[in-house]
């Protein structure tokens, strides 16, 4: 199936401290995905992107949809304790004339206070 | 209003019982899914639903199966559990393909 390279992995970032994460993709997408998984719970909605090129803000927090459609980038600003957690990046790959939900591996944040 | 709603939160099995896990949502969302979430592999589509009366294989189908039992209702069943199913489980609901998802807040299943 279509995968999503999402880097990095994981990070370890001082409190204040600036925060950025991508996903690729082999394969163009139409809408790019960004979710936040607290420890225990779902992930939930950070923001969602729609077209090549748009930048999206939700507080701290900015993603941008790749001009080539292959890729998205989320920056989180002046990180603190809370925004510790999983980052994963989604879309909806195309599977036999239907689209079905893609996620990268995710990207766990570690801040430091 | 709930959102997603999943039962049960944790279960430990032996291997070779069965076992459904149920899902249920309230937004009159067309589209649901599972995933089982493992470390350091992200989610990974089990089965989903893409409307009511359709069920469609995911990434890893194998030892599972699924009942749309209406709308609102999405159901996983393992048949006969292995230690390689020692998972998190989430169900999950769009209004349709391709849209956000709202999660439900996991099932922690352990089969020794």
């Known amino acids: 199936g279509q995968q999503l390279n999402q880097s990095p992995q994981s990070m370890f970032i001082q409190e204040g401290e600036d925060v950025s994460m991508n996903c690729t993709s082999s394969s163009i997408f139409n809408t790019w995905l960004w979710y936040k998984q607290d420890p225990g719970e779902g992930p939930v909605l950070l923001i969602a992107l729609y077209k090549a090129g748009e930048l999206t803000s939700n507080g701290r927090l900015t993603a941008q949809f790749g001009i080539t459609r292959k890729d998205s980038f989320l920056n989180i600003s002046a990180s603190i304790p809370s925004d510790v957690g999983i980052y994963f990046c989604?879309?909806?790959?195309?599977?036999?004339?239907?689209?079905?939900?893609?996620f990268g591996r995710g990207t766990s944040l570690i801040v430091h206070p | 209003n709930a959102g997603v709603t999943q039962t049960p939160k944790f279960q430990v099995l032996k291997t070779g019982q069965s076992m459904t896990l149920q899902c249920a949502q309230d937004m009159n969302h067309n589209s649901m899914y599972w995933y089982r979430q493992d470390p350091g592999m992200g989610l990974r589509l089990i089965y989903y639903?893409?409307?009511?009366?359709?069920?469609d294989k995911g990434e890893v189908p194998n030892g599972y199966n699924v009942s749309r039992l209406n709308k609102r209702e999405f159901s996983l069943r393992l048949e006969s559990a292995a230690p390689s199913q020692t998972s998190v489980y989430f169900c999950a609901s769009s209004s349709g393909p391709g849209t956000e998802q709202y999660f439900g807040p996991g099932t922690r299943l352990t089969v020794t």
């Open positions: 639903s893409a409307s009511e009366g359709t069920t």
């Open positions: 989604a879309g909806p790959s195309s599977s036999g004339g239907s689209y079905i939900p893609t």
